[in-house]
């Protein structure tokens, strides 16, 4: 039974029924051991948080920031702002100063939350440049904190501001007052195409949300939910608040890095990802089997026709799969399925919701093969993540994004842009009020700026209007669509499409480094350094023969005729990527100019 009250009550609310049950698994910052936190300890130190805050003085709907990688004391802040009607402004932790900067001053927040040495030291050089700002509050422990210091306080510290529960009295007051209409967060986007804006999430919309998401995402109380991408992002964050609605424990992995070893370690049920996981996955599967002898590389190759036949053919499509069909799927299932499930910590595999990118064809075939469901989705920070998904359990076409979940209205344009409206769709942007009215039509419906149809009840993604490139014949190419199919090659790490205003499409591509080296050992090929290996003939025509196989279902106006390898992967640092790892084209095409320009030269 989903507990879906108003996210100022909801934790306790939780742990009303829950009581000492298994809430919270994590570690400790830099910690190796794994520890647990009840429901009723989460919802203590909640309430502990919204007492020091009370006297910190922080007032109804305050902005507050939260600048962390995913940890228990970034849920207890959460929770523990909303108590008391405040705001929460989540920063990735990867954030430059520069975008700190500017969230701090345009939410004009007093009190900021960080995680480790790297968010604190970023927060306290920009403290000088942010007006509002008057005190930083670090999670971890082991930070280097400056000594004498009144801007600066440990968390341990700030939550003896709350110890005994002094003000009762004025808490009551606040969740009394509490309403649908508050602000929830502040989501800063990241900005693919301008400068960052603050979508404005409600109470309400979050209530919406998580009353739509339950009906079709089936979540419960049983399921071990790891929480793999970081709370900032719209996605986890109403995936991780939809578990908590059901009483699901959550396991929160605080590096990303180390997501793979964490899921062997915790054997996760579900986990919310982004295709690019998968992706890896799949590449690392493949590896494996390439490298195995040919007998098993033979069984192997079986098993896989077996269950894209099963999976794919029949379930998919809404069928019962014959006998004998039937009973070799189980039989590989339990074998060779098995086997690879567990390698990945995925004994007890129920469903892994997946959005955020394209996802390709060949991917997505390849984990529900293997007996692992994943859900397809797509959604916006604006939208509070979830517009469609697949629905467990009924038929589902490859390559789209689901059916809407209830009560959204979507609506194609004329132009192709996806349209939305509904109960969990923003009011706006935070203190832009120009880019609001931009960004809604004359009949209240939500632009998204994606392009896309429906067919069967189903929605199909194309691709961010702006992004669709025109070549100078006059076709119109979608770059991520060509990007997630030449993704899935284990040679490649990053690629970006170029074509937009040029006479064919080319692309810029990051390689694995280290298979790419191997490669070269293997087959007699010397290099002194990444360079030599990028621009090396030998492996420029092994590269192409691989893109040249992939690329075969392309029309010939989308195939990728030239490309150049990099040297070095693009990076946050020198603005080619957002927080979410989404390409900024712009910027590689000022960055990489002169290399795209010598792949159009005759």
């Given at each position: 039974?989903?507990?879906?009250?108003?996210?100022?009550?909801?934790?306790?609310?939780?742990?009303?029924?829950?009581?000492?049950?298994?809430?919270?698994?994590?570690?400790?910052?830099?910690?190796?051991?794994?520890?647990?936190?009840?429901?009723?300890?989460?919802?203590?130190?909640?309430?502990?948080?919204?007492?020091?805050?009370?006297?910190?003085?922080?007032?109804?709907?305050?902005?507050?920031?939260?600048?962390?990688?995913?940890?228990?004391?970034?849920?207890?802040?959460?929770?523990?702002?909303?108590?008391?009607?405040?705001?929460?402004?989540?920063?990735?932790?990867?954030?430059?100063?520069?975008?700190?900067?500017?969230?701090?001053?345009?939410?004009?927040?007093?009190?900021?939350?960080?995680?480790?040495?790297?968010?604190?030291?970023?927060?306290?050089?920009?403290?000088?440049?942010?007006?509002?700002?008057?005190?930083?509050?670090?999670?971890?422990?082991?930070?280097?904190?400056?000594?004498?210091?009144?801007?600066?306080?440990?968390?341990?510290?700030?939550?003896?501001?709350?110890?005994?529960?002094?003000?009762?009295?004025?808490?009551?007051?606040?969740?009394?007052?509490?309403?649908?209409?508050?602000?929830?967060?502040?989501?800063?986007?990241?900005?693919?195409?301008?400068?960052?804006?603050?979508?404005?999430?409600?109470?309400?919309?979050?209530?919406?949300?998580?009353?739509?998401?339950?009906?079709?995402?089936?979540?419960?109380?049983?399921?071990?939910?790891?929480?793999?991408?970081?709370?900032?992002?719209?996605?986890?964050?109403?995936?991780?608040?939809?578990?908590?609605?059901?009483?699901?424990?959550?396991?929160?992995?605080?590096?990303?890095?180390?997501?793979?070893?964490?899921?062997?370690?915790?054997?996760?049920?579900?986990?919310?990802?982004?295709?690019?996981?998968?992706?890896?996955?799949?590449?690392?599967?493949?590896?494996?089997?390439?490298?195995?002898?040919?007998?098993?590389?033979?069984?192997?190759?079986?098993?896989?026709?077996?269950?894209?036949?099963?999976?794919?053919?029949?379930?998919?499509?809404?069928?019962?799969?014959?006998?004998?069909?039937?009973?070799?799927?189980?039989?590989?299932?339990?074998?060779?399925?098995?086997?690879?499930?567990?390698?990945?910590?995925?004994?007890?595999?129920?469903?892994?919701?997946?959005?955020?990118?394209?996802?390709?064809?060949?991917?997505?075939?390849?984990?529900?093969?293997?007996?692992?469901?994943?859900?397809?989705?797509?959604?916006?920070?604006?939208?509070?993540?979830?517009?469609?998904?697949?629905?467990?359990?009924?038929?589902?076409?490859?390559?789209?994004?689901?059916?809407?979940?209830?009560?959204?209205?979507?609506?194609?344009?004329?132009?192709?842009?996806?349209?939305?409206?509904?109960?969990?769709?923003?009011?706006?942007?935070?203190?832009?009020?120009?880019?609001?009215?931009?960004?809604?039509?004359?009949?209240?419906?939500?632009?998204?700026?994606?392009?896309?149809?429906?067919?069967?009840?189903?929605?199909?993604?194309?691709?961010?209007?702006?992004?669709?490139?025109?070549?100078?014949?006059g076709k119109y190419i979608a770059p991520q669509m060509i990007e997630s199919k030449l993704l899935v090659d284990k040679y490649i790490d990053q690629i970006a499409i170029i074509a937009d205003q040029r006479?064919?499409?080319?692309?810029?591509?990051?390689?694995?480094?280290?298979?790419?080296?191997?490669?070269?050992?293997?087959?007699?090929?010397?290099?002194?350094?990444?360079?030599?290996?990028?621009?090396?003939?030998?492996?420029?025509?092994?590269?192409?023969?691989?893109?040249?196989?992939?690329?075969?279902?392309?029309?010939?106006?989308?195939?990728?005729?030239?490309?150049?390898?990099?040297?070095?992967?693009?990076?946050?640092?020198?603005?080619?990527?957002?927080?979410?790892?989404?390409?900024?084209?712009?910027?590689?095409?000022?960055?990489?100019?002169?290399?795209?320009?010598?792949?159009?030269?005759?």
């Open positions: 039974m989903q507990i879906n009250s108003h996210l100022s009550r909801l934790v306790h609310d939780v742990a009303a029924k829950y009581g000492d049950r298994e809430a919270l698994i994590y570690k400790n910052f830099g910690g190796t051991q794994w520890k647990s936190c009840s429901w009723n300890q989460f919802s203590g130190i909640a309430r502990q948080v919204s007492d020091a805050l009370l006297a910190l003085g922080v007032g109804e709907q305050e902005n507050i920031g939260i600048f962390s990688q995913n940890s228990v004391q970034y849920l207890f802040v959460d929770f523990g702002a909303w108590g008391i009607r405040a705001v929460t402004v989540p920063f990735y932790a990867t954030s430059s100063e520069q975008q700190i900067q500017f969230m701090i001053n345009d939410a004009q927040i007093r009190f900021l939350f960080v995680g480790e040495q790297e968010q604190f030291d970023k927060a306290h050089r920009v403290f000088p440049t942010c007006q509002s700002l008057e005190r930083i509050i670090v999670f971890d422990p082991a930070v280097k904190i400056p000594e004498n210091d009144p801007s600066v306080m440990s968390f341990s510290a700030f939550l003896k501001l709350g110890e005994g529960l002094t003000r009762k009295e004025e808490f009551n007051r606040r969740q009394a007052a509490a309403t649908m209409d508050d602000i929830a967060n502040i989501l800063y986007t990241s900005g693919t195409t301008g400068d960052s804006k603050g979508v404005i999430l409600s109470m309400g919309q979050f209530h919406a949300a998580l009353e739509a998401n339950h009906k079709d995402v089936p979540v419960d109380e049983n399921d071990r939910v790891m929480n793999f991408l970081p709370f900032t992002h719209i996605f986890e964050r109403g995936w991780a608040l939809l578990c908590i609605t059901v009483g699901a424990r959550l396991i929160v992995n605080t590096y990303p890095q180390e997501v793979q070893k964490s899921m062997r370690e915790q054997h996760p049920t579900c986990m919310s990802s982004v295709p690019r996981f998968w992706e890896k996955v799949y590449q690392g599967v493949q590896e494996k089997i390439e490298a195995s002898g040919s007998v098993q590389r033979k069984l192997f190759r079986h098993a896989e026709e077996i269950g894209r036949r099963h999976n794919i053919e029949y379930l998919a499509a809404g069928k019962q799969p014959p006998l004998p069909l039937h009973l070799e799927y189980e039989l590989l299932n339990k074998t060779i399925f098995s086997l690879v499930r567990k390698e990945l910590g995925l004994e007890n595999a129920h469903f892994f919701p997946t959005a955020g990118a394209t996802v390709s064809a060949h991917v997505e075939e390849f984990v529900h093969t293997i007996g692992l469901n994943m859900v397809v989705g797509y959604g916006l920070t604006e939208s509070l993540a979830t517009v469609s998904c697949d629905h467990l359990g009924q038929p589902y076409q490859i390559g789209s994004v689901g059916h809407p979940i209830q009560g959204i209205s979507i609506k194609i344009s004329d132009e192709g842009e996806i349209l939305l409206k509904g109960p969990t769709i923003t009011r706006g942007y935070y203190n832009r009020d120009d880019i609001t009215r931009q960004s809604f039509t004359e009949d209240g419906y939500f632009r998204t700026g994606d392009s896309g149809y429906i067919n069967d009840g189903e929605l199909f993604l194309k691709d961010r209007i702006k992004d669709l490139f025109k070549t100078s014949n006479k064919f499409v080319s692309a810029l591509i990051v390689p694995e480094y280290k298979l790419l080296e191997e490669y070269a050992r293997t087959h007699d090929i010397a290099f002194n350094s990444r360079e030599d290996l990028c621009s090396d003939k030998r492996i420029i025509r092994m590269l192409t023969e691989r893109i040249e196989t992939l690329q075969q279902q392309l029309a010939h106006y989308e195939q990728v005729k030239r490309f150049t390898l990099l040297p070095q992967a693009f990076s946050m640092s020198r603005g080619e990527l957002t927080n979410t790892l989404k390409i900024k084209r712009r910027v590689l095409n000022e960055n990489y100019k002169e290399q795209i320009d010598k792949m159009y030269e005759e």
